[in-house]
Structure formats: C-alpha cells, structure tokens
C-alpha cells in the first residue's frame, strides 16, 4: 500500500497538462469518485491496525498534494490569455478611442494647400527671436509702439540698444526677413506659425495665436498679382461667391498697404450680428512689400519688388467654424475638439 501511494506521489507531482481538457482528465483519474486516490481509500480498511497511522497520513498527503497541483494548473490556464486554444478568436474587440485633428490644424492645412498650389512653399522661423527680424529690418522705428512692453514679451531686454532684444515674435512676418536674408528671389513662401502678445486673455484675445505669412517677391511683381491671388484664396477657402474687397491701411513694412476684407460668409453680405450689419468681415493685411524691408535683408529694390500679407489662422477659422470663445482653442476639451471629427 505505501508503495502504491508513493508512486502515485510521484506521477502527482510530475503531472502538466496543456489545455483545460487534460487537466479534467488527470483531476478524474486521481481526485474523482473513481479515481484513483478514492481506490486507495477504499482499500485503508485492508490495512493491518498497526500501518494504519502512517498509511492514514500519506494517504492525506496524497489526496492533497493532487488537489493542490490541480488547482495549481488551473489558475495558469486561466491566467493564461494568448496562445491558448482557449482565446475566443470571435469576440468583438475593444473599441479603440482615436483622435481628431484640431481645427486649427485643420484650417492651417486648407490654407497651406490653396497657397502649395499656387506655387508657394513653407518656410518656418523660430518663435523666440531678435529684434531684428522682428521689428528692425520690418522697418519699425527704434520707438515703435509695437515694441512696447504692453505688445511684446521680452526674453532678455536690453536699456540701450532695442535692436539687441530677444523677443518671442508677435508675428510670422519674421519669418520673411529670414527668408530674404538667406534665399535669391524668386521667393514664394508661406509660414505658419504661433506668435505671441502679451494681452489680457478674453474670450477674443489670447496671449499665443496662430498666423500664416505669404510673401512673394520677383521681378515685375505687381499690386494686381496680389489682389488676384488673395480673390483666388478667398473663393477657395469660402466659397465661389465670395467677393473681397481691399481697404488702404498702413504697415511699416509695406507700402502701399491695405486690410482685406470678404462678404461676410455668414450671412452672405446681406448683414448679420458677426459682420456688425455691414455685410463686410476683415480678414487680413497686405501690401507691396516696402523698398526698405528689400534692402534691409539685401535684396536690390531697383530689380526686385514683391508683396506680403498675413492673416490669423483663429480668424479664418472662426470664419468658417463660428468659434465664439478664441480659449476654446486651447483649452483641450475634448468634447470642442470631437467637433471636427468629420472636417478633414
Ligand atoms: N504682421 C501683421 C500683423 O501681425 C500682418 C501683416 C500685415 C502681414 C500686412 C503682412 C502684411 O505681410 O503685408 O498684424
């Protein structure tokens, strides 16, 4: 008897199965009814008075060191959940959450095709900047307001030489005097990118927004090519029906200058509380590019002449969204930035 129970100690502690199926089959060959260790039970009243205790004992240990291996097997099975044949291949998965793009991003990829088609590629500059390119070789006098501490945020100011201020830029104009400075006309670009002021934050103003520059400068370049390309932009970006029309303004780079405005998209001219009745909504800056600002970064104003304009990629985006609160843009919630899960 002990010898029996010895080697079933031994086929228990080596037992492995591999799925839940053999594991049912070794726990009814040893723990079931029928099983073995119950056969052994049934013969411990064959066993002599004196064996009885120790064969008792073993019997015990036995019976469970089976159950305990059993339980054992099974708690792997059923943490197990890759490669088993188990793994139900047919249930649905989990549903995966995706993102959308924010309708900023959405609006500033619209506006970079209209232009990519027209021919014009994408410089970028950095938004911590000198004054320089800034303010300076725009043509901004040493006491510009624009350089004002109410306007800019300053990095390191300088008591003597503004020109020596590092600044975060407070527009993508900027990035033109980078371009000039370093490519041969013809140049065709627009640059997109964040600029900072430093404005109370409102529901319309914010202390960062988002700009788009477009600059063009080659020979023979005229306020006409301007006005066509701006028409074409606005038709695309707000419909064929859309009229522009321009209003003389000033710029310290730009010379003519003037702001844009289209038929409100709204109401579609007629006038409407987001136009101030007039049927008319601005949209952006313009101009002939200024002899100076050419000169400035080099380029010979006597052969060379361009245009500039730059429009603000949360006004055009409220234009066709009808976003009320600019801090919506960034604020994150998730709930606002679903909205545009279809636009693009
Ligand atoms: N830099 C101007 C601003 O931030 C926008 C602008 C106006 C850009 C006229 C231009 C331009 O290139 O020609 O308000």
């Known amino acids: 008897m002990i010898g029996k129970i010895e080697q079933l100690l031994q086929e228990v502690e080596a037992m492995e199965a591999a ?13 079931s009814k029928k099983g073995a260790i119950n056969e052994l039970m049934a013969d411990f009243r064959l066993v002599p008075a004196e064996q009885k205790k120790e064969v008792g004992m073993r019997l015990n240990e036995l019976k469970n060191k089976a159950q305990e291996k059993i339980a054992a097997l099974k708690e792997r099975f059923e943490n197990m ?48 900047e000198d004054d320089l390119h800034v303010f300076t070789k725009l043509n901004f006098a040493a006491d510009h307001p624009a350089r004002d501490m109410q306007d800019t945020f300053f990095i390191e100011q300088n008591e003597e030489d503004v020109t020596k201020n590092v600044i975060l830029r407070t527009h993508t104009s900027s990035v033109q005097v980078r371009a000039m400075e370093h490519a041969e006309p013809p140049i065709r670009i627009i640059c997109p990118g964040r600029v900072y002021r430093n404005e109370a934050i409102s529901y319309r103003a914010h202390c960062f927004f988002h700009q788009i520059e477009g600059l063009y400068i080659d020979k023979n370049v005229s306020f006409t090519d301007l006005k066509q390309v701006l028409l074409l932009f606005a038709k695309e970006m707000f419909g064929e029906d859309t009229k522009i029309r321009l209003r003389p303004s000033y710029f310290p780079f730009t010379e003519p200058s003037a702001e844009m405005d289209i038929s409100c998209n709204i109401c579609g001219g007629k006038g409407c509380p987001f136009c101030k009745h007039t049927g008319w909504v601005e949209i952006l800056g313009c101009g002939m590019v200024d002899p100076h600002v050419l000169e400035a970064s080099g380029i010979d104003s006597k052969v060379y002449s361009g245009y ?12 066709k969204y009808q976003v009320k609160d600019l801090r919506m843009f960034s604020e994150n919630d998730t709930r606002f930035l679903r909205e545009f899960e279809a636009a693009y």
């Open 81 to 128: 959940d890759n490669g088993s044949e188990e793994m139900d291949l047919t249930r649905t998965a989990y549903p995966i959450e995706l993102g959308t793009r924010h309708p900023l991003t959405i609006v500033k990829n619209e506006i970079i095709d209209i232009f990519a088609r027209l021919g014009f590629s994408i410089a970028e500059g950095p938004e911590v």
């Open 308 to 319: 500039a304009f730059g429009m603000g990629v949360e006004r055009i985006t409220n234009l």
């Open 19 to 31: 799925n839940a199926d053999e594991l049912e089959a070794l726990r009814i060959k040893y723990l």
